[in-house]
């Protein structure tokens, strides 16, 4: 459904959330209230079995002792680790949250977990040896390298990879190139202490990030 400015509406445009607070109100463009039985039915089945049934398991364990116990993300991944038997975790660590990435492994190797690290610069790859623009390696010779970060992970067997730090887009090629299943413990935001949500937050206040809705 089209409003009268032609942009096709989804769920970030609902306010009523009744798929999530079991009310079943549902506005007229709501993906849920078109849903239909087969979808649905084909989409469930795949969560009774295979790595979808494992995982989904293992993320109910663990965020629902996130929630009651106030879990900290850091153990909230630990804890998801533990319920899917990962015993190898990788990480793929952005070379500026070094600090970050090591306190992660210290933690994990505590908690008994094998840990293979391997940070965005590995290989030394010089940034204008990609087809970049060159005004984009003002700030670094060296460029990142998800792509080698992936197959070396691969290449280790990791059974989980945990991602602190990437940059836009070099998250989204290792994502990609991963063998194992990935999950996301601290996103980047250079200008914000690494948390995304206070742009958000502050983006219709009066704050410089108003900026972005003028």
């Known amino acids: 459904m089209e409003d009268q400015m032609g942009i096709q509406k989804t769920c970030v445009d609902c306010a009523v959330c009744g798929c999530a607070d079991g009310s079943e109100s549902y506005p007229a463009f709501c993906a849920t209230r078109v849903l239909s039985d087969d979808v649905r039915d084909e989409v469930n089945e ?3 079995s295979g790595i979808a049934g494992e995982v989904m398991g293992a ?3 663990a965020s629902s002792r996130a929630f009651s116990e106030v879990l900290c993300r850091v153990e909230e991944t630990l804890l998801f680790a533990s319920q899917t038997g990962s015993q190898k975790l990788g990480v793929a660590v952005c070379s500026g949250l070094m600090r970050e990435g090591r306190m992660f492994a210290r933690i994990a190797r505590h908690q008994g977990f094998e840990v293979h690290g391997i940070a965005c610069k590995v290989g030394a790859v010089k940034r204008s040896k990609f087809d970049v623009v060159e005004s984009c390696c003002d700030y670094g010779t060296v460029s990142c390298n998800p792509l080698l970060q992936a197959r070396l992970l ?3 067997e990791t059974d989980l990879n945990v991602v602190i730090g990437l940059c836009v887009g070099h998250d989204s090629l290792f994502y990609r190139a991963s063998d194992a299943l990935c999950t996301t413990l601290v996103v980047k935001d250079r200008a914000l202490a690494n948390n995304p949500a206070a742009a958000l937050a502050a983006a219709d ?3 410089p ?4 809705l003028k």
């Open 46 to 48: 795949l969560y009774r």
């Open 59 to 61: 993320a109910a364990v």
């Open 209 to 212: 990030y108003s900026r972005m």
């Open 154 to 156: 691969n290449e280790a």
């Open 205 to 207: 206040s009066v704050s």
